[in-house]
């Protein structure tokens, strides 16, 4: 049945072109999507009614004490099996908080980035995972990090060898009884409208809210 799985899509502080944005997450049709600001997210008592939440925020610094979005990510990320995706600048934030280490697998997330750069991705496990199972290697053009790599408890499925590009592009793991899978790629319609990338975040939706493997 199209549409029978819900994603809440979670934006906070970085601008994007949301007409593109909107029309990527339409076009996967066995998902209702719902874009939010993250303020408003936290504070909904149904939060937890989504089969995966796709957090496109860019936030800095870490919540405080009192502030709503601390207590939904500390008490609630990962209580469920609701999926977990963080998609592009998601990855980034709270840079100097350890609790976003544990979700996105990564310690320093100090990043120099470097828009429209022609990389090309490798899948390294196309027939090992079902994210990736049966796709090729591909070139996409997109805004690219170098960071300090995830840590050695993540699956890498996509690599890159670029001079302006971290290693590993997509990666998968667990928090708490969450899956989690992370995506650097996804800067603008330069990489929304590839079907390569469209594909890989569709998957790795499907996957994180348990519909895959």
């Known amino acids: 049945m199209p549409g029978n799985l819900r994603a809440a899509i979670i934006t906070e502080w970085h601008p994007f072109d949301v007409i593109s944005f909107q029309r990527l997450f339409a076009s996967f049709d066995d998902f209702e999507v719902f874009p939010q600001a993250f303020e408003i997210f936290a504070k909904d008592k149904r939060n937890t009614e989504y089969d995966v939440v796709v957090y496109y925020n860019m936030s800095f610094p870490a919540p405080d004490e009192k502030d709503t979005r601390r207590t939904y990510l500390e008490r609630s990320l990962g209580s469920t099996r609701q999926g977990i995706v963080l998609l592009h600048h998601g990855i980034l934030s709270y840079a100097e908080w350890p609790f976003w280490d544990g979700v996105s697998g990564t310690r320093d997330r100090n990043f120099k980035y470097y828009p429209q750069q022609t990389v090309r991705y490798n899948i390294e496990s196309p027939a090992g995972h079902p994210i990736t199972r049966g796709l090729g290697s591909f070139t996409l053009v997109d805004e690219s990090y170098t960071m300090a ?27 708490k009884s969450s899956r989690v899978f992370c995506y650097q790629s996804g800067h603008d319609d330069l990489a929304w409208s590839d079907p390569n990338f469209r594909e890989l975040l569709h998957r790795g939706m499907l996957w994180s809210a348990g519909q895959l493997g």
Do not use: G, Q
Not at 153 to 167: C, Q
């Open 149 to 175: 790599e995830p840590l050695a408890d993540n699956e890498v499925l996509v690599t890159a060898d670029h001079p302006n590009s971290m290693r590993a592009i997509a990666w998968t793991r667990r928090y």
